[in-house]
């Protein structure tokens, strides 16, 4: 029998948050309009939609909950399975073979998803091994050619992050569907908000990207017609994770904040009136959301990982080498602990290897961002924070072992941006001035304006009169100094 949810969660009957949900749902879709997507930033779209879903159980866990999304949160394996598939005949054919390219944080992670496949051969069967290996070597290179090829310039970055937030739209669209339907069916037996997934920790996991993502954007968007669709996302994305109670959630938040504002305190006292509006309407929404508990836990001093910890050291030491196996590891509240656990030493030493070397290339674009024009450098800020929030979440949950992660799959576009950075710096390795003009030594204002005017590399006429005058004004500059 269906386990129904229980009833004195009254927020179904709030006619302000239904008038809200569903609104927001409208100028969300009509806002979208604007953001103009390739075919392959569309895969991408579909990709980390897919990933962003997942099938809620009842209490007994012996059936699904019949939410409106169900047949598709039934296929998000089969449906990720299939635009990778598309993707990788696309990175075929329109030649993006490109090994240079591959990001090294995307190898890592195909290395956990093989190894973890090689291992299930003696903790699982081999039909359950095989599916492993070839599900992460279907979903994972494509996205290693692909997500670089669509990175290649400053707008091809801001385009894949307008992706991911044209996903933040679907996914809000989706809630919002379900709360004029059957709205209990967005919450688990204790009120926190899973949305279209199938837990709450799991919801808090793709909102608190999507809050900082369009934190990001509202602040360096070119593109002044959506700055009230991130401000938007900003608001609805922060209740849900607050609606969720997630204290992983919060932290995220509270690392990609950290590092997205940083360099920008300036801006940062400018929107206070604006955090204070947000603040009032969020709060209204929380009381007719009956929420309150849910925002107490995130400031909560309970530990509820403690013990799952524990069995999870303990399985550590009873199988060092090769693990345990998944099934045996208890729970996934850790990538570290329990791929530990789970798969042995090999399994760690990859993701200490993605954690050390995500560092080093986070402190080394960080050292060399003033090579950047000045419009482009927040974008490193933004890289930086990606990293953090994903590395710091792993602590707390396991999705860096998932097959099928949002989580997993936003650090793969990253990791595009990040090949994208690299490049920039390394191309430019003169002094960047604060205007985004480079030079490498000091020249005089008339041989520089000459220079600028004529454009010697261009091939300009040496014999020209305007030339040869501004030649002569150099000279007695020259001279003069």
């Not at 008038?19 to 895969?43: D, K, N, P, T, Y």
């Not at 690392?255 to 009136?273: S, T």
């Amino acid at each position: 029998m269906q386990f129904v949810l229980a009833e004195y969660f009254g927020f179904e009957y709030s006619i302000a948050v239904k008038i809200f949900m569903v609104g927001f749902a409208a100028l969300a879709l009509l806002a979208a309009l604007f953001i103009r997507l390739s075919f392959v930033q569309w895969i991408f779209a579909g990709t980390l939609f897919f990933n962003a879903l997942t099938a809620p159980l009842n209490f007994e866990r012996t059936s699904y909950l019949n939410t409106w999304m169900l047949p598709v949160q039934q296929l998000r394996a089969e449906g990720h399975l299939v635009l990778a598939l598309l993707l990788t005949i696309v990175v075929v054919v329109t030649g993006r073979l490109h090994a240079n390219k591959v990001p090294i944080q995307g190898l890592f992670l195909l290395g956990v998803g093989v190894y973890a496949g090689l291992l299930q051969f003696i903790h699982e069967t081999p039909t359950a091994a095989a599916q492993s290996i070839g599900f992460a070597l279907a979903t994972i290179p494509c996205m290693l050619f692909a997500a670089p090829s669509v990175c290649n310039s400053y707008e091809g970055c801001l385009k894949v992050l307008r992706t991911i937030m044209l996903v933040s739209v679907a996914w809000t669209v989706c809630c919002s569907v379900q709360f004029v339907t059957n709205p209990k069916l967005l919450v688990n037996t204790g009120g926190r908000f899973w949305g279209m997934m199938g837990n709450a920790q799991g919801a808090a996991l793709v909102c608190a990207p999507f809050v900082i993502i369009a934190l990001w954007l509202m602040l360096h968007d070119p593109n002044r017609r959506l700055r009230a669709l991130w401000v938007a996302l900003i608001a609805i994305n922060l209740l849900f994770v607050g609606w969720t109670g997630s204290r992983t959630g919060a932290v995220m938040l509270l690392l990609g904040a950290a590092f997205v504002l940083y360099n920008k305190l300036g801006k940062v006292i400018l929107l206070l009136p604006f955090a204070a509006i947000m603040t009032f309407a969020l709060s209204f929404l929380a009381a007719e959301l009956q929420i309150g508990s849910n925002l107490e836990r995130l400031v909560s001093s309970e530990n509820t990982r403690d013990g799952v910890w524990k069995r999870q050291i303990e399985k550590i030491f009873e199988s060092p080498i090769i693990g345990v196996g998944w099934a045996e590891t208890g729970a996934s509240e850790s990538s570290y602990l329990a791929g530990f656990a789970a798969y042995g030493f090999v399994m760690f030493s990859l993701m200490v290897g993605l954690l050390l070397f995500s560092m080093w290339k986070c402190a080394t674009l960080t050292l060399l961002r003033r090579r950047l024009p000045k419009e482009q450098r927040p974008l490193v800020d933004l890289f930086c924070s990606w990293n953090a929030m994903f590395f710091g979440a792993a602590v707390f949950e396991g999705f860096i072992l998932s097959r099928s992660s949002s989580t997993t799959t936003i650090m793969l576009l990253f990791a595009g941006i990040g090949i994208w950075l690299t490049e920039q710096v390394s191309r430019n390795p003169h002094i960047a001035l604060e205007d985004g003009v480079y030079e490498e030594e000091p020249v005089d204002d008339a041989s520089w304006e000459a220079a600028a005017t004529y454009g010697y590399d261009a091939g300009a006429p040496e014999s020209s009169p305007a030339l040869a005058e501004l030649n002569q004004r150099t000279s007695v500059a020259q001279d003069q100094a």
